[in-house]
Structure formats: C-alpha cells, structure tokens
C-alpha cells in the first residue's frame, strides 16, 4: 500500500491518503470515511498518527479503500494532478540518517583524502582485497557500530517542491538513499524484534553543502551547516508500508540530474541493516512513531551514490530524481 500526505483544493490541513492501483488518483482517507458513514478514525488525521495506529490503521485504510472505489463520491478520490505532494511526514519527530553503505566511505576518503593515491590504494584493494586496503582500515569504526547523524526536522520537502541552495556554497550534492519510518514506541529493542517497528519505507535526498561540511568536520564535529538549511532534506512522493517492499534489501536505485543518470546502486549493498541500526539507536534510547531513519548513500558496485565520490556537484536549475524500486520517485529543483 502507497500512501501520501497531500494539500488538496483549498484546503489549508494536510490531509493523507491512499494511491490508486493505477497510481493516478489518491483515496483520501478521512473524508472516505465520513463518506461512508464512518467514523473517521483518529489515524487518518496526519501520517505520524497513521504509523502509530499500526496493522489497524493498516487494515481500516484498506477497508475504506476498497469501499469507497466501488462508488466515489465527489471530492473523496481525487487525481494526484489535482493535489500538491508533500513529505509522507511534514514534520518528522526526528531525522537520523546513517551511514550504511560501506563503499560511500570508501569512496569519500579517497576521494577528499588520498588525491594521486587514491589509484594506488585502489589497485591495493583489487590485488590484496579491500581489508588490505588503507582506506577500510581508517574506516574501521564503520564496522563497529552503526554511525549516524541528527537531522533538522524543520528543513523536510516533499516530491516536486524546489531546493534552496545555501547562497555560500560552490559544491552543492545529492545522494541516493531510501529510509524508514517508525510506528511504534520502544526501548533496547532487539534485531530480531525490530522489523516490528517500521512502518513504511520512503526515498530520502539528505541534499549537502560539500565545501561546508568538509570544512566544519575538521573540526572532528558535525555534520551541521553542510546540511542544516532550509528544504535541505527532500522525503517521498510517497510512503509504502512493510507488506508493498517484500524484501527491502534488493532494490534497484537510481539518481539523475537533469534526466542523466549519475547513480546507480541496490540497497543489497548496505553493511548494516535497518534492523540492527533500530537495535543501536534503541540502546538507553526510547523511540517513537514518526521518527526517521535513512539508509546513507547508497554506493557499491554498480556506482557511486552522490557527486562528491565523482568530484561533480549541482548547480541552481538543476532537476535531481531518486528512483528506488517499488517506492517511486523523488524529483527536486535546485533554485
């Protein structure tokens, strides 16, 4: 099931609803269910309410669906031409992205910190395998733990909707990732009870600064103002629960900009999973329906996941599309 958060006519709330099998029109929910004399459930009010209300709310956003597609009445399935898209959640409860893919790292101290050795350490890696390599053994804390960063939740964007480049940076990137969203509150979660606690899946593009990230994490702190500006985290077009992924480590993913392709990779590649990163952050930690969780970039042997691995960068007009399988597509313009 694809669900959104949209604005619709003149409405000034948000409302949330569910995709059409044909994808060109959405069920929105609260209305459906006054429609059909329901009483609309507390869960269809916003999505953070929808993901805590769980396989019930599931099941209900189902049966309102099914009923009300029989005969529409107006204004309760619209086209999505006819709606405005938003992040699946305007407002997280919190951003957490991490960093699961072990070849963006790879990549990342090549790149910025080996120069004309970069090749060498390379040709290493292809001759000795990678764990003989310089790069993976300044990278061992990768392997420890997982590794993430707080976000700014106030910065979210949904599908379509512009990106303003901060006005003093001259290295502006993307990068593919895909994340999840929590539906339930808990604490010292264990790996093997975590995959209870997502909700759906989305497409993340954590946009970034590379000139001041990379200053500022000199510093041995951040990330911060490299990726802490206004619409700098893009989520969506939509949101799709557990039971429309089926495995959630083999999907094809895909970047463009301005309709080339700069990336291309499969969430197979990721080094820790959603699972143990639920179980890390849950330690002494109690999480909650709504919060966010992104993958990292996604890089590996197909590509690499964001221009700084390439040493290209964005520029304003640009357009930059995430495509993951069975999710959809992110689109955004650089202004």
């Not at 009483?39 to 953070?48: E, G, H, K, V």
């Not at 890696?125 to 960063?149: C, D, I, M, W």
């Not at 990137?173 to 093997?192: H, Q, V």
């Not at 990336?263 to 590649?269: I, K, L, P, T």
Request: with cysteine.
């Amino acid at each position: 099931m694809k669900l959104a958060t949209v604005l619709y006519g003149d409405d000034i709330n948000p409302s949330i609803g569910v995709l059409t099998p044909d994808e060109t029109h959405i069920v929105l929910l609260e209305k459906a269910a006054y429609a059909l004399d329901y009483t609309a459930p507390y869960f269809f009010s916003d999505m953070i309410a929808f993901l805590a209300g769980g396989p019930e709310a599931r099941d209900k956003a189902r049966e309102v669906t099914e009923n009300i597609l029989a005969d529409p009445p107006p204004e309760t399935v619209v086209g999505l031409d006819a709606v405005t898209l938003l992040s699946p959640v305007p407002r997280p409860e919190s951003i957490r992205d991490c960093m699961a893919f072990e070849d963006h790292i790879i990549n990342i101290i090549r790149r910025v910190g080996f120069g004309r050795l970069a090749g060498l350490d390379r040709l290493i890696e292809r001759t000795l395998g990678r764990k003989r390599s310089v790069a993976h053994r300044l990278n061992r804390a990768f392997h420890e733990q997982p590794l993430y960063y707080k976000g700014n939740r106030f910065s979210v964007v949904g599908h379509d909707q512009q990106v303003r480049m901060p006005d003093n940076t001259r290295m502006m990137d993307y990068e593919l990732e895909f994340g999840i969203f929590l539906c339930r509150t808990g604490r010292d979660i264990s790996i093997a009870d975590a995959a209870s606690f997502i909700g759906g899946y989305t497409i993340f593009n954590d946009f970034s600064a590379r000139d001041l990230q990379l200053a500022e994490q000199r510093g041995r702190l951040g990330p911060a103002k490299g990726k802490d500006f206004d619409t700098g985290n893009a989520l969506g077009p939509v949101l799709v629960t557990p039971e429309g992924i089926g495995d959630p480590y083999a999907l094809a993913m895909e970047a463009s900009v301005n309709g080339e392709i700069w990336s291309r990779g499969n969430s197979g590649d990721m080094s820790w999973r959603f699972e143990e990163i639920i179980a890390h952050v849950s330690k002494s930690e109690t999480i909650y329906p709504g919060e966010f969780i992104g993958s990292g970039t996604c890089s590996g042997p197909q590509g690499c996941g964001c221009g700084l691995e390439m040493g290209r960068f964005l520029k304003r007009g640009d357009v930059v599309a995430l495509s993951v399988e069975k999710i959809g597509t992110l689109s955004n313009t650089l202004v």
